[in-house]
Structures are given as C-alpha cells and as structure tokens.
C-alpha cells in the first residue's frame, strides 16, 4: 500500500543504483528535509534547541564514528576525544579572530591529524587491543586539555566561544545555530550515503570482513585503516566546532570525556552497524530515552500519587533505559535500521505476506 | 525478528501510547514563582544532592505552608540531570519555557556550561559551591549567583585559621595540599601560591587521579613532607580516600583539614573516632539547633510532608539546603518588597537576589549581602571540627584574604568581560 514497488522497473543500471531507487522513498526524504527545514517555525523552540539540535549534531558526529566502525571495522573508544580536538582548535582560532568556516575546517584538520597519528600507532593492534589504544588516547587528550591552562582556558577551564557568524549570519538566537548544524549535518550524511558506492567505500568494506583476504586482492589494509582513521576524524573534529559554536557555546573539558565516546559507540551499536538512517535512530535512543523516561516516570508518579522517594525516582528511569538498550539488541541485534527495513519489508509488499521468512 | 501482523499492531499500539506522553508538564497559577531545582541525583554529585534537595524542598514546603512570601508561592520543579550536558541543557530549556525565574544545577561542569544561556536568557542561576569562582563579580555576571563563599575564599579562610592557630606566623611553616587532578581541584592553587608567598609557607600541592578511588601512592609523599598543615580537596569518593589514607600515614588529625565538602556520611565510611579533630569550612550552621531546623521539624517532618528520610535533617549537607534556599526565599521576599505586583520575570527576581541585606536566617547563617558586585556574600564562613559525633564550630563567622580572592576573581571576570560577550 505504501510501498508499490509494482510497476517500477529500471531498465539502466544508473538507475537501479540510485541511492533511493523507489519513488517512495524519494518523496519521503523530501518530506523529512522540507520538515527539518520548517521546523524552527512549526513547532515549540524547546523542541528546536534542545531535542533537533542535540539531534542533529550527535548524529553528524556518530555519521562520522559508524564510517570507521560500521565502514571499515576499527573500534574507536576516543571518538569523544577526536571531537575535543577538534572543538578547541576551532574555539581557539575563532578566538584569534579566524573566520567561523575557515575554524570548523581547522578543527576538523587538526582532529584528523591527531587522530590519525593516534590511529598509525593504534593500527598496529586489532580488535580488542585496538579498542585499548584508542580508550589511551581518550585518556591522554583529557590529561593534556586539562594540564595546559592555555587550552582549557585557566582555572576556571571553560572557554567562552566568541560571537561569530556562518556565511554572512550571525550564529545567535535559536535558529542560525540550528540551520547551520543542519547544512554540516546533510553535508556528511549526503557523503556517507555516497561513500559506499565508492572505491574508497568498498576497500573499508573489503579491509572491515577480513584485512588479509583484502591485501591479497590489492587493497592495502593499513593504508585504507588510516584513511578511514582520517576521514572519520575530520568528520570528529567539524561537530566539534558545530557542537561548541551552535550548542554548547562555552566548552569544557568534562564535555569530551569518556562519557561522550561510550555514548557514541552504543549510539551506533543499537542504531546499527554501517547504517546511515540506522545512525539517527541510534541517537534519537541514546540521546532522549533517559529524558523522555524521567518525565514519564515523573508524570506517572504525580498523576497516581505516588509519593516515590526522589532516589527511586531518579533511578527508575536509569534502570528502565539499560531494560530498553537490552531489549533492543536482544529483539534485533542488527539494530534500529534493521527493525525499520523489517517494518519496510512488510509493507512493500502488504497486504500479502511475502517477506516473512 | 521476523515481522508478523501481531508484532506489528502491539508496536503501532506502544508508539502511538507513547506519543501521547507530553514532553513537558503545563503549570500555570497566579502569584507563584517557579524555581527549576536540577541536579544531579544519579551519577556524580549523588553524594549532596539527595541531602541537599531535601534541605531545600523542606524549607519551602515550610515557607509554602505559612502562606508564602510577600504574598508568592514557591513552586519548586525537581529533575535529574545526571550531570550530562545534553540533558542539562533540556532541563534548562524546559525550565525557561515553564518560566522558571531561578535555577540551581548544583553542578560546577553544568552550571559552567549554562553561563552564556543564562546571562542571556536573564534567568538567575544559582551556583552555590559550584561553577565559576569569578563569577561572584556581579558586574561580570549579573545573573549568575554563587551566594556562597566560593573555593577561593574557602581556601583563604583555612590560611587564615592556620595563622591564628600558630601564633599569627605561617612563616618556614609546610603546608600540604592534596587535590584531585580536574580543573575544579586545581581551582585554589593560584590563591594558595599567593598566600604563600605573602605569609612565607612552605606550599607543595598532590594531585591524585580522578576520580580518586586510589590515593596510596600520594600520602606517603605527604607524610614525608612532614606538613605542619593539610588540606585536602575533592569531591565524592575521593574525600572518604583522602582521609582514610591519611589516617592510615599517621597524620595528626587536628592538622588537616578539607572544604565545605565534608560530612557526617563521609566520617561515618572513615570510622567516626578515627577522624576526630579533622577540619572543615562551615557555611552554616549544621545540627538541629538552627531555628528553621526546628521549624521544619515541627511543621513539616511531624505534619508527615518531609521529603526525605528524618534522619537526614539536620546533616550538613541538608542544612546547605536548607541555607540556599533560605537566601533564594529571600530573595523573593525582597523583589516582592521592591515590585510587589511583579511581572515575575528574571531580572524582577535578580533584583530582589542583589539586593540581600545582612540576611543571617535567624541565625542559621553568616550575616549575608548580596550586592550588584559582590555575589558572593562577603565570604564568611566558620572552621569546625569532627568531635566523632558533630562538627564543633572553632572559630565565630570570619572573612580572610578576600583582597588576595578579590584580585583573582577580577583578573577572570575581566577576561570574561573582554572575550565572552
């Protein structure tokens, strides 16, 4: 019913490997965009700031994280660092007076020249040991924000991000910020939708399912491992400038600790490995659970007059989120992408019941 | 997961359940003043905070229960912010929309993040113990208010009573300071560094790994040191490891001594005849004897609407609450005196805060005014002792080396000046 695939056939091999071959799904991203467009002027701005636009930035960053694990296989628990770098480059050339596009450039280069060094020294280990040196650097990037006064910004470790403005607007007020998270965001799901369909994207693949089978078909598994460590950290270190410019507005150490790189990893893991729509799912989850629950919980209480001791309360909703997250993978260890696809699947070809196994 | 018909239709009936679950909680009634009380219940700061907000819901629900202030009730909205930014973030913009006139994240990494949302949204933040030491320049923040003696002055106080205590001479004396390792522990070095070289001590600062769990390796280097005087700053499980360990070196107990960050609990998890003769910054009074606590025993806790477990009123870590929201309370009362019919709007609230004169909660406080430029409260305070049941107060409410503080807070806050706006 919604999803007529009858009808449709591709007699070019261009259009077969479209991104969106079905019409539908064409006019459904159409949609999504037009709505995140509008957004700002259709619903509450508490929505705009403090739900889409977390949204919207978390899942550029872990767009960028999902390249390197769910794209070539590289575990990385210091994604959260790679954004630190590339937030304090870019706060700090803004200080000196650097033009807004030119700092989230700088950052994202300087994230992926870090992170890359890090991931040349890293690439000698796999697997778990890769996951260690990774949490190092995590560790390490924390140790050096917060030893050198000049980086964190003196005692009071928190730099204030200057007034700036992206292509001629100032970033201020609500809707620039989120505009301009948008325009990154689209940008990096636009590659990732594309960087697949590359050499670049099916080398990750061949180095991700098994690096010595890909060396001996010609791919050179260190070489694209470091590719992958750079692009994923450029992708890092530009939400870090957007994360500090059109959020969070005064950055800080504690905003790029070990918390940050966990989150991330578990907002791709439940989202699903490799997958783009799978990515926003994954931190849609991650991001609100906790406070869609607390506010539940909360409602229910008052609503039943429960009189529950502010402890339980407060830890109810924890214990419900870790229920969820297991449920999520116990149901579909593929991921929230993968229970969409399912959805997807039945309604292709509804009402018959073709796509049941 | 194979898709079948009934695990589509249950999923389609719990998302379209849930979708009904409204996001933010409409409140609307006249003559109330709504005050945002987000803290961190669950992860870090769970130590204070359930003490803390206790103190702080009691004490409303007594000024609540005698009709209110200036003809205003409270409404005080309590949520968890976990100490995670994002979320924070949330209850802060959720807050606003509510039109919540104060806050209190009772979190130094949140309510430095809130700094630039607040100061524009004009919504007074509280940041008692916590955030930005310069921000007790009023000029620089006039919407961020510590209304406490922040760790600078904390830090200037403790000197002051080791002076006093040695004979009014620190000079060839050692002192010790044993820190955690985050930017919040390195936060009095600079004051400390100064007063060392003023009053001519030996200063050698630990830091110690966060979050502290393990600090073995550090006190013996104290212990070496052969201090004269000790101080140890952290937070959470890093204040009980402290002392412990320096219990276990042999130090002498009467010469060491911590921040506003130590409790009951906290000599209760050491070993309570252990630590006797240990040292801490009083910023109230703590115990039952305090006129409000009886007031909140009788017409609260006894009427059965405490908000906590009764053992708990009266701990230091309560009474902070019940202090914070004392001056908030004040606060009110004076805006309600300035503009009596409002708008309840930040900057009618922010007027009221700045304008706290020797305010001393019958006695429960140091006489405290809060001016435009000195958002601290004069930086009083007491220093008081472990006796192995209650903390004995030494000294009467004093203020020490606030030209040191003072300098500090204007070197941050004019930088702040310069480059925040």
């Not at chain 1, 809707?175 to 369909?197: K, S």
């Not at chain 1, 799912?281 to 008052?302: C, S």
């Not at chain 2, 695990?7 to 933010?24: E, I, K, N, Y």
């Not at chain 2, 050692?174 to 390195?186: E, L, N, Q, R, S």
Request: aromatic fraction near 10%; glycine fraction near 10%; charge should be neutral.
């Amino acid at each position: 019913m919604f999803f007529r695939r009858a009808g449709i056939s591709h007699t070019r091999y261009r259009d077969e490997r479209q991104i969106w071959p079905l019409p539908i799904d064409r006019y459904t991203v159409f949609l999504i965009a037009a709505l995140l467009l509008a957004a700002p002027f259709l619903i509450d701005r508490l929505y705009v700031v403090s739900y889409l636009l977390p949204l919207i930035i978390w899942s550029t960053a872990a767009l960028g994280l999902n390249l390197l694990m769910g794209g070539a296989g590289q575990i990385h628990l210091g994604y959260g660092a790679v954004i630190g770098i590339g937030a304090y480059s870019s706060v700090h050339m803004l200080r000196a007076g650097v033009p807004f596009e030119l700092a989230m450039i700088g950052g994202g280069l300087a994230a992926a020249a870090i992170g890359s060094i890090f991931g040349a020294v890293a690439m000698r280990v796999k697997g778990l040991y890769l996951a260690m040196a990774t949490l190092a650097m995590q560790y390490i990037v924390d140790f050096v924000i917060i030893q050198f006064p000049a980086i964190s910004g003196g005692t009071q470790a928190s730099l204030p991000v200057p007034p700036t403005s992206f292509l001629g607007f100032p970033v201020e007020g609500d809707r620039v910020p989120y505009y301009v998270a948008l325009v990154i965001c689209g940008i990096v799901t636009l590659f990732m939708l594309n960087v697949r369909r590359t050499a670049f994207g099916r080398a990750l693949a061949a180095v991700r399912e098994k690096d010595y089978a890909a060396a001996i078909i010609g791919v050179d598994p260190f070489r694209f491992k470091l590719l992958a460590f750079w692009v994923s950290s450029f992708i890092g270190g530009l939400t870090g400038a957007v994360l500090s410019v059109c959020y969070y507005r005064t950055i800080a150490p504690e905003q790029f600790h070990l918390d940050l790189s966990i989150q991330l990893v578990a907002m791709v893991i439940v989202g699903g490995l490799g997958s783009v729509l799978g990515v926003f799912f994954g931190v849609a989850l991650i991001l609100f659970a906790p406070i869609l629950l607390n506010q539940a919980v909360a409602l229910l209480a008052d609503q039943f007059g429960m009189n529950l001791p502010m402890d339980l309360r407060a830890h109810l909703p924890l214990m419900l989120y870790g229920g969820l997250i297991m449920g999520f993978l116990l149901i579909e260890p593929l991921g929230l992408a993968k229970i969409r696809n399912n959805i997807r699947n039945y309604f292709l070809v509804w009402p018959f019941r073709h796509s049941r196994q | 997961m194979a898709l079948t018909r009934r695990t589509m239709l249950t999923g389609a009936a719990v998302a379209a359940l849930a979708s009904h679950l409204p996001v933010r909680v409409a409140f609307g009634q006249d003559r109330t003043v709504r005050f945002a009380f987000m803290q961190d219940f669950t992860r870090i700061y769970t130590f204070v905070t359930s003490e803390y907000s206790q103190g702080q819901r009691d004490y409303i629900t007594l000024v609540n229960g005698r009709g209110g202030v200036g003809g205003y009730t409270i409404v005080a909205d309590i949520s968890d912010h976990a100490n995670d930014q994002p979320r924070a973030i949330e209850a802060y913009e959720r807050a606003k929309a509510q039109g919540a006139v104060l806050i209190d994240p009772l979190s130094t990494p949140v309510a430095r993040a809130l700094v630039p949302r607040a100061l524009e949204d004009q919504i007074n933040m509280i940041t008692a113990f916590s955030g930005r030491s310069d921000a007790a320049d009023g000029t620089a923040f006039p919407y961020v208010l510590p209304l406490t003696p922040n760790y600078w002055t904390q830090a200037g106080l403790l000197i002051d009573y080791f002076k006093q205590q040695d004979g009014g001479s620190l000079q060839d004396k050692t002192i010790c300071f044993v820190h955690i390792d985050t930017p919040f522990g390195k936060e009095p070095l600079p004051i400390l560094e100064k007063l060392a070289a003023k009053e001519g001590f030996k200063f050698l600062a630990f830091p110690y790994t966060p979050p502290g769990n393990d600090q073995s390796a550090i006190w013996p280097q104290v212990r070496r040191a052969r201090p004269d005087w000790t101080v140890f700053w952290g937070a959470a499980v890093g204040q009980t490891v402290a002392l412990t360990e320096a219990v276990r070196n042999g130090l002498d107990m009467s010469r060491v001594s911590s921040s506003v960050w130590l409790s009951e609990s906290d000599m209760e998890v050491v070993g309570k005849d252990q630590t006797v003769g240990v040292m801490k910054v009083e910023p109230c009074v703590s115990g039952h004897e305090p006129k409000i606590i009886q007031d909140i025993l009788t017409e609260v806790v006894a009427a059965g609407k405490g908000a906590g477990p009764q053992d708990k009123v009266g701990t230091s870590y309560y009474n902070y609450g019940v202090m914070l929201a004392a001056l908030m309370v004040e606060g009110v009362r004076r805006a309600a005196e300035i503009a009596p019919d409002g708008p309840v709007t930040g900057p009618w609230l922010n007027a009221g805060l700045r304008s706290i004169t020797a305010f001393d909660a019958e006695g429960m406080i140091p006489p405290t005014t809060i001016t435009p430029e000195d958002h601290q409260g004069g930086g009083y305070g007491r220093i008081a002792r472990w006796d192995g049941e209650k903390f004995v107060p030494q000294t009467d409410w004093f203020s020490a080396n606030q030209d040191i503080v003072w300098q500090e807070i204007r070197k941050y806050s004019e930088e702040f000046k310069k480059n925040g706006k």
